[in-house]
């Protein structure tokens, strides 16, 4: 039976851990039903091992045609963004799902339509919608799924910013993340919160989501976030 981290809403395959290998918070005795289909399985961890997001986009969309009714394939789909018709000049993330939340950290670096579609998808997607109906506990489901994009966000778009960070000969500072952190996490609840196209509960859901998140990340370490929420 595999489990899933409470923290970082990852599903935890290794046999006799007692420690997410993802966040490295400790797991709880909580077990999630195997896969219902092996070769679904199969699609799922070729996919997840290749760090190529438009390559782990293949992957899944072949084992969807081979599985078509695998929930656990369309479940990993939901975490690769949409690739556009036509390649834009300089870096594309949109391919990267969790790149979504940047309307909150870099909101005047998109048109509102663009920031509707983004929002959108973190509530309304239908895909995510027809993706919850598989599974048991639908609204359990969406917090992880919402808990999954906040970590990974944090963990690629934030943690990776050598703007954010700071780097030494090339090299990422990791010292005081925490503190480094904590502005741009602020930054971004505060205009979640003052989010009106998003109803209450979701704004309430997200943000706090988006706090624990950043709790995973840092170890639990909250100061300086706590410190800038609360001034």
Do not use: H
């Not at 969807?64 to 369309?74: F, V």
């Amino acid at each position: 039976m595999n489990r899933i981290c409470n923290q970082c809403g990852k599903t935890i395959e290794v046999e006799g851990v007692s420690f997410c290998p993802y966040c490295g918070s400790k797991l709880t005795g909580e077990t999630i039903p195997d896969v219902q289909n092996e070769e679904a399985e199969k699609w799922v961890r070729k996919a997840l091992a290749s760090t190529s997001y438009p390559e782990r986009k293949k992957i899944l969309l072949k084992g969807l045609e081979a599985c078509p009714d695998s929930r656990e394939i369309q479940w990993e789909l939901l975490f690769v963004g949409e690739q556009p018709d036509k390649r834009p000049r300089g870096i594309d993330y949109s391919v990267i799902k969790s790149w979504i939340l940047d309307i909150y950290l870099k909101p005047g670096d998109f048109s509102e339509e663009k920031r509707n579609r983004m929002r959108a998808q973190l509530f309304d997607d239908p895909k995510l919608k027809q993706a919850l109906q598989l599974f048991d506990d639908p609204e359990k489901k969406q917090q992880e799924y919402l808990l999954r994009l906040c970590t990974e966000y944090v963990e690629l778009f934030l943690e990776g910013s050598n703007q954010i960070m700071g780097n030494i000969f090339g090299f990422r500072l990791e010292r005081n993340k925490e503190k480094k952190l904590a502005a741009p996490v602020a930054e971004m609840i505060g205009r979640i919160r003052a989010d009106e196209k998003l109803l209450p509960q979701q704004r309430e859901q997200l943000w706090k989501t988006l706090y624990q998140a950043y709790g995973t990340r840092t170890g639990g370490k909250m100061q300086y976030l706590d410190e800038l929420l609360n001034s």
